[in-house]
């Protein structure tokens, strides 16, 4: 009778050697630890630009997007002409040339 383990590479399955085993280990957890930073770094920065709204939710057709939304780009919607102060920070001017 052939052992659990023919034919697998005995660096490769739980050897009897303790610094094998033990190298193993420490990777397992080394690359669990970096796979959840990453995930977590991921999600943080995710997060941060929909709270600054670099993330908008997709308009349809039938979507109108009024001035005083955040959508709102005074460069492309409406009479497309900017006033001072508008919410782009553009200049004041017409935009439709």
């Known amino acids: 009778m052939k ?11 739980g050897t009897e050697d303790p610094a094998t085993d033990r190298i193993e280990e420490i990777m397992k957890t080394f690359t669990t630890h970096l796979a959840t930073a990453l995930l977590s770094a991921g999600i943080a920065l995710t997060g941060a630009a929909v709270l600054r709204g670099e993330f908008s939710a997709p308009t349809t ?6 001035e005083d939304d955040h959508r709102w ?4 919607m409406g009479n497309l002409i900017c006033g001072a102060g ?3 920070g553009v200049p004041a001017g017409d935009y439709s040339r």
Do not use: E, F, K
Request: charged share 10%; hydrophobic share 40%; net charge negative.
């Open 3 to 13: 052992p659990a383990n023919a034919g697998i590479p005995d660096w490769h399955s």
């Open 73 to 76: 780009d005074c460069r492309t």
């Open 61 to 66: 057709a039938g979507t109108v997007i009024l």
């Open 86 to 88: 508008n919410a782009q």
